[in-house]
């Protein structure tokens, strides 16, 4: 066999074989990775056996569901789409863009407040949301647990809220999903302290 006619062949098989194992690296990393652990926030589940029961105080801006005084006691947001995060320097005015005055509330109330990774369905946030507050009872409705989740815009940024308030008495709210931005001020208002 003649060796000259393999030398042309040589480089593009040393090029075959190193673009092979650069792959095999690439794959093999892939797949061994440990999960990012910025994905373990989504699974910080907001079970109301968990977090502190009792409906607002006496003192500050009033939060109120279709009327009623309420407590804001955990807040989740997420960005909608690929590619986005919640910047924690701007939550004051990404919150009162949710619901005017809620910064404010929030203060008095001292919620749980969780960010999760980005949301690429609206209604995937909802259920999730929803799912993993576990409300007593049929979803909230005959206790004084209630929880909503729906999309609102800050800015220019598209946003998801979850909310779960609790009230001094049992009432038939239970769970909700805010179909469109301008449902917010239906359901939440806050009226300042010295107002009833």
Partial sequence: MDISLLKPWIPLFAAAVGALLVTAFIVSRFLSREPSVVSSEIDDHLDVKNLPSGGPGSDGPRLEMYGLPVRLVALVLA?????????VD??????????????????????????????VSVHGFQHAFLSQVNLPGNKGKGSCWSAFAGKFTAGDRALLAGL???????NSYGTSVIDHEGRWADVLRVRPADTK
């Fill in 79 to 87: 960005p909608a789409g690929r590619g986005g995060e919640i910047d």
């Fill in 90 to 119: 701007k939550l004051p005015n990404m919150v009162d863009q949710l619901v005017p005055g809620l910064h404010d509330a929030m203060g008095y109330h001292q919620p749980v407040f969780r960010r999760w990774v980005d949301q």
């Fill in 164 to 170: 779960v308030v609790c009230a001094d008495q049992p």
